[in-house]
Structures are given as C-alpha cells and as structure tokens.
C-alpha cells in the first residue's frame, strides 16, 4: 500500500531554522513528483514547491523562492522541506503529497502525507 | 499566476439534496497537446489532509462514490454531489496543475441544512 508518514508536530522560535520530512513507501519513490502544501490556521491550501526524486529537479512558487528549501533522499525515500529564518507566519499545517502519475509534470495529487503541524512562536 | 475561484463560498444542502459547487479559472487550463483540462477536485474533512476526487477535470479517482461528478472545460468547471450524505460534509477545493505555481480555489464549505 502506499504511504506517505510525515515527521511530528514542531515548536520553534522565530528566527529559527527547521527541516521536517516526508517518508514514502509502497512504490518507486525516483519516478513520482512530490509537492509541498501549506495551510495556515483556518485558511485554504497553498501550493510551495515540487521535487522529481529522481534527479532532484524542484521547482517553487515564486512566493517562496529563497525562503524554502526542498529536497529528496532516494536513498531512504525520504521528501524534505527546510525553512531558514522561521516567522511567525510559517505557522501552519504542512503536506507532501505525491503526483497521481509516474513521471509526471503536470498531475494532481492522490497520495498525501498526514499533514506536519509547524508552530513559530516567540 | 492562475486565479481560481470557487463559488459559493459556503453552501447548506439537506441530506438527499443536491450540491453543486463552480470554480472559474483566470485563464484556460485546456492543454492543447492532450485536449485534457489541468484541473482536480479535492474533498478535505477537519482534520484530515486533502483527498483527490476528480483528475482531467472529470475523471473520478479510485473509491469515490458515484453520486459525485465533475464536468466543465476551458475556464468552467463544476463539481456536483447528488443525494448530499452526512459523510459529505467537508470543504472542497479545485485546483489547476496547468501552469507553476498550482493554484487552488479558496474552497467551498459544504455543510447540512
């Protein structure tokens, strides 16, 4: 069956840096994109990033260039998403989420991680 | 960026009704080289991430009951649940994978009247 199991709940102070992860199992983690979602407290769903596994290929929403950084471990199948500088509005609710296809570029999500709750507080 | 937007914003239906919910892309998300619309439908419960009903604008995913489907091309899409079930209530979301960045709608609150 496949699964994405993402990392725990996360307390941070602003300024702060954090990565939190996104662990794949049931398929071939190289040939299937993985996108990163956001969803501030009480708010809709905002699309952060993708990255192809296979050859680490990412590409970003403009809004977030530079204040994001996402990666993928083939070894491990692994996604990751790293802050640097947490703000107090980096607190929400963050999924992975995998490309319904193999080897997709534009393709919706059908398999999506529990969701990380992130919260930036001083 | 591709602007999507849902409307209603919130809609009561009773149990056994009809819902129906628009989303409006700001531009075409019909790909010429496929003749396919970049557009899915998701369903989220409180508490719970997101869940794909519909891909290609109309193809409904594996599991989803029939009651739900989904139409539209271009610019226009509709998703609609017939015979609306205590299960359903939940906040839906279209969302455009035509272009970077993906862009969802602000979603429309789905409750029982």
């Known amino acids: 069956e496949v699964h994405l199991v993402q990392s725990g709940a996360e307390v941070r102070k602003p300024g702060e840096s954090l990565k939190i992860s996104c662990k794949a199992s049931g398929y071939s983690f190289n040939n299937y994109r993985i996108g990163w979602v956001r969803q501030m407290p009480g708010k809709g769903l905002e699309w952060m990033a993708m990255v192809y596994p296979g050859n680490s290929h990412t590409i970003y929403s403009p809004s977030l260039q530079g204040q994001i950084t996402i990666s993928a471990d083939r070894s491990i199948s692994t996604a990751y998403l790293q802050f640097s500088g947490l703000k107090a509005s980096d607190t929400a609710i963050y999924y992975c989420?995998?490309?319904?296809?193999?080897?997709?570029?534009?393709?919706?999500?059908?398999?999506w991680g529990q969701g990380t709750m992130v919260t930036v507080s001083s | 960026d591709i602007v999507m937007t849902q409307s209603p914003e919130s809609l009561a239906v009773s149990l056994g009704e009809r819902a129906t919910i628009n989303c409006k892309s700001s531009q075409s998300v019909l790909s010429d080289s496929n003749n396919e619309n970049f557009l899915a439908w998701y369903r989220q419960k409180p508490g719970q991430p997101p869940r794909l009903l519909f891909y290609w604008a109309s193809t409904r995913e594996s599991g989803v009951p029939d009651r739900f489907s989904a139409s539209g091309s271009g610019t226009d899409f509709t998703l609609t649940i017939n015979s609306l079930q205590a299960e359903d209530v939940a906040i839906y979301y279209c969302q455009q994978y035509y272009n970077t960045p993906r862009t969802f709608g602000q979603g429309t609150n789905v409750e029982i009247k």
């Open positions: 989420a995998r490309h319904l296809t193999r080897d997709s570029y534009n393709d919706a999500f059908d398999i």
